[in-house]
């Protein structure tokens, strides 16, 4: 068959992100022998006619369109990406009448609202590259599809879906051949990193968190070895900066401290990062593996340093581990993220004073520290249940696609804006929701990129906030 793919996703901030799902969608459908055409809006000036020409000129028999994000998870500055999902789908409706099939990791986040809203009929819910091709089976033999495995859909009864098949075991570092598939050379412009997996799963039990959702809570780690082979062809091909996207990188710690090892004796030449440790299963061992592995960058997702916050939040670890993450980053040269969540259950004014009191004492002046306000509520979740019974939540679940976000009845939005404002006044290493989603931020990364700097960027958070501000910005 005849197979057009569409990475919907044009959001261009912080950075642009390569659509690693829909590329490993659309090889996983050439080796079933489908002739796959991927359609990347990300850099289309014109979204809609590139995808009127690329229906026209494929004539296929299934649409899949691939939606990464619902929205910005900013609070003060919500935008709301679905509406440009809607008009996707009216435009290949209007050049042909074959299925159009949904995937991605918003459709495992909120399946029946996004159907419901784009008015398509059927979406895969499990790992596209294992489920996609067996519906397309079906589809392509006409026969009913509704009991193959990961799929959710929409009938006269209602809506449906399937639990997704294997959340366990093992699995191969795939990376797709993304100079195949997308423009490589615009997104490294823009200072973006090839994303690759080292395994699927989370087993915290956060909250807030979709990820368990999205890719079950059993671990599936990759072979290291392959891993180390994935990261040597990427760099090998020029894409030389390469993060692991996956939900947490250093849990279970062993598989990580593998992961490190096998990089290490590998001579990949890669620039690594990733943004997703958690501060449980961080030490100096981890460090210096990562160090010796080609690591640049890493992101701790502390969210606070107040116990009854990170008790409110479920995070399954304490100030104590905050504490001793702060010790271990200063005992090493990694540059590194600090990444905080503000207002959740729990959180007082006290308790914000203490997050900044960490912030401002134990983190280095060269990492950058990333405050996030406001948490986006998503249905089905325990934060949500703490919030309708709080009484600060009373959208029903299907209103929950236009962005809600709880913040603790204890504080108020606006003075914690306010605070970390005042302590970003005297740190210009922090930053805030406003920073990441700054407009001229696409200009500073191709600027960034033709001066010669390489991922990640917010090592220089500092001095850029300073320029900006020696140029009349109050950033
Ligand atoms: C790593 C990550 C990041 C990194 C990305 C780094 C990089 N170089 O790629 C960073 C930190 C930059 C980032 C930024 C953002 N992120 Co993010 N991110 C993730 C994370 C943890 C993993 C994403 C990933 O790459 N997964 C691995 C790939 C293989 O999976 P996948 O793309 O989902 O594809 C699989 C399936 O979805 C499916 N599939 C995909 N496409 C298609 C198409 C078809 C037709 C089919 C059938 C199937 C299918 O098959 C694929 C293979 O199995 C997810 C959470 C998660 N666990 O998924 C959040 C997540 C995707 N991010 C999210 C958000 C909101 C954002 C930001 C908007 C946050 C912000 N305020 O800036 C930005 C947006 C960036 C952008 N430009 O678009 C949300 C999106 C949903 C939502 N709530 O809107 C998620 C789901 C987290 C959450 N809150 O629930 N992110």
Redesign the pocket.
């Given at each position: 068959m005849n197979i057009l793919?569409?990475?919907t996703?044009r959001?261009?901030?912080?950075?642009?992100?390569?659509?690693?799902?829909?590329c490993?969608?659309a090889e996983?459908c050439e080796r079933e022998g489908h002739r796959v055409t991927l359609l990347d809006l990300m850099f289309e000036r014109e979204p809609l006619a590139a995808v009127r020409d690329a229906v026209r000129s494929v004539k296929p028999g299934v649409v899949?369109?691939?939606?990464?994000?619902?929205?910005?998870?900013?609070m003060r500055d919500t935008v709301f990406?679905l509406a440009d999902l809607r008009r996707i789908v009216n435009t290949v409706r209007e050049h042909t009448s074959v299925p159009v099939?949904?995937?991605?990791?918003?459709?495992?986040?909120?399946p029946e609202a996004i159907l419901r809203f784009s008015e398509v009929s059927c979406?895969?819910?499990?790992?596209?590259?294992?489920?996609?091709p067996l519906?397309l089976e079906r589809i392509s033999e006409g026969e009913p599809f509704g009991d193959v495995p990961g799929i959710a859909y929409l009938d006269h009864e209602g809506f449906n879906s399937t639990p997704c098949p294997g959340s366990g075991g093992r699995t191969e570092c795939?990376a797709p051949d993304y100079r195949r598939w997308v423009n490589v050379a615009a997104y490294r412009s823009q200072l973006?990193?090839?994303?690759l997996?080292t395994k699927?799963g989370?087993a915290f039990q956060c909250v807030y968190?979709?990820?368990r959702?999205?890719?079950g809570n059993g671990h599936r780690l990759a072979d290291p070895a392959s891993v180390a082979d994935a990261v040597t062809r990427l760099a090998a091909s020029g894409l030389r900066d390469i993060?692991?996207?996956?939900?947490v990188f250093n849990v279970p710690s062993d598989h990580a401290m593998a992961v490190c090892d096998a990089l290490a004796k590998t001579k990949h030449r890669a620039r690594l990062q990733s943004?997703?440790l958690n501060p449980r299963a961080f030490d100096d061992e981890l460090v210096t593996a990562m160090e010796r592995a080609g690591f640049v960058g890493m992101?701790l997702t502390v969210e606070s340093a107040s116990d009854a916050v990170l008790q409110g939040l479920r995070k399954g670890f304490t100030t104590r581990e905050v504490h001793h993450a702060a010790d271990v980053v200063r005992r090493h040269e990694l540059p590194c993220a600090w990444i905080f969540l503000l207002g959740g259950p729990g959180e007082t004014r006290e308790t914000i004073r203490e997050t900044l009191r960490f912030a401002e004492s134990r983190t280095r002046p060269q990492d950058v520290v990333f405050f996030?306000i406001g948490i986006?509520v998503?249905p089905g979740t325990e934060l949500e249940s703490i919030a309708r019974r709080q009484g600060v939540l009373t959208a029903s679940p299907k209103d929950m696609l236009s962005?809600v976000f709880y913040v603790s009845p204890e504080v108020d939005a606006g003075w914690m804006m306010n605070e970390v404002r005042r302590s970003m006044g005297s740190h210009m290493n922090f930053i805030n929701?406003d920073s990441?989603?700054l407009s001229i931020l696409p200009s500073i990364h191709r600027i960034g990129y033709r001066l010669g700097v390489r991922p990640p960027l917010w090592r220089h958070t500092r001095f850029i906030r300073r320029a900006l501000r020696l140029a009349g910005m109050n950033v």
């Open positions: 793919l569409v990475s996703n959001n261009a901030l912080p950075m642009p992100v390569m659509p690693i799902g829909a490993m969608v996983a899949g369109l691939s939606v990464r994000n619902i929205d910005n998870n900013d990406f099939i949904l995937g991605g990791a918003a459709l495992a986040v909120m979406a895969v819910l499990g790992d596209g590259e294992t489920v996609f519906l795939g973006a990193t090839a994303p997996q699927l989370c968190c979709t990820y959702k999205i890719e993060e692991f996207v996956d939900s943004l997703e992101g996030n986006r998503y962005p929701t990441i989603g």
